[in-house]
Nanobody, 124 residues
Framework: QVQLKESGGGLVQAGGSLRLSCAVSGLTMNRYRMGWFRQRPGKEREFVGGIEWSGRYSYYADSVKGRFAVSRDNAKNLVTLQMNSLKSEDTAVYYC?????????????????WGQGTQVTVSS
C-alpha cells in the first residue's frame, strides 16, 4: 500500500521558516519524481516545487523561487520542502505527490499518489 504522509506544518509569523517533510512508503522512490503543491483558501491546488528522480534538478513556481527549496533522500524515502521568508500569502494546505510519468512536473495530471496534506498558516 502506497502512503505519502506530510508533516511539519503549523503556525509561523511572516518572515519565519518552516520545513515540511513527506514520508513515502510502498513504492520505489527513485522511480518517481516528487512534487509539492498547495491549496490556498478559495483557490485551486497549485504547483509549488518539484524534484527529479536523483534530486539533481528541481523546479519552482515563480512565487516561491529563491525562498523555498525541495530536496529528497531516496535512501530514507523522504522529501522535504524548506520554506523561508514566509509570507501571509503562503498560507495553504501543502500536499506532496509522486509521479512515475515524464510529463510536466508542474501539472497535477500524471501524479499517481498524493498525501493528505498539512496546514501552513503564516500570520502577518
Amino acid at each position: 500500500q502506497v502512503q505519502l504522509k506530510e508533516s511539519g506544518g503549523g503556525l509561523v509569523q511572516a518572515g519565519g521558516s518552516l520545513r515540511l517533510s513527506c514520508a513515502v512508503s510502498g513504492l520505489t522512490m527513485n522511480r518517481y519524481r516528487m512534487g509539492w503543491f498547495r491549496q490556498r483558501p478559495g483557490k485551486e491546488r497549485e504547483f509549488v516545487g518539484g524534484i527529479e528522480w536523483s534530486g539533481r534538478y528541481s523546479y519552482y513556481a515563480d512565487s516561491v523561487k529563491g525562498r523555498f527549496a525541495v530536496s529528497r533522500d531516496n535512501a530514507k524515502n523522504l522529501v522535504t520542502l524548506q520554506m523561508n521568508s514566509l509570507k501571509s500569502e503562503d498560507t495553504a494546505v501543502y500536499y506532496c505527490g509522486a509521479t512515475s510519468g515524464y510529463g510536466d512536473i508542474r501539472t497535477m495530471i500524471g501524479y499517481n499518489y498524493w498525501g493528505q496534506g498539512t496546514q501552513v498558516t503564516v500570520s502577518s
